[in-house]
Nanobody, 127 residues
């Protein structure tokens, strides 16, 4: 069993920055791709970004490219999402998740491709 715990969410003004963390415990972390998703009220959960097991490959949804950066530290079993130039439309609960299978493709955007999820952290961007 893998436990994932997100932190770092909060309230920020448009144009501001936040850094989310996802700490893993139990199970395996360093051999799996990881991803960030978000869910706004009344909307479906959507893919935000993913990173390969070794951190060398990343993939982002178009609306966050150039503003968000995903990274990981396998020694600390932690993944990060640096969010800059935040917009009100970024407001959502952000979830981290582990990709199914060893070294799974980071280009699979469906939530069903991920097997373990954190509880989420709220990000609110005011205009």
């Amino acid at each position: 069993q893998v436990q994932l715990v997100e932190s770092g969410g909060g309230l920020v003004q448009a144009g501001g920055s936040l850094r989310l963390s996802c700490a893993a415990s139990g199970g395996t972390f360093s051999t799996h791709s990881m991803g960030w998703f978000r869910q706004a009220p009344g909307k479906e959960r959507e893919f935000v970004a993913a990173i390969s097991w070794n951190g060398l490959n990343t993939y982002y949804r178009d609306s966050v490219k150039g503003r968000f950066t995903i990274s990981r530290d396998n020694a600390k079993k932690t993944m990060y999402l640096q969010m800059n130039s935040l917009k009100p439309e970024d407001t959502a609960v952000y979830y981290c998740a582990r990709r199914r299978g060893y070294d799974g493709s980071i280009y699979s955007r469906g939530p069903a491709e991920y097997d373990y999820w954190g509880q989420g952290t709220q990000v609110t961007v005011s205009s």
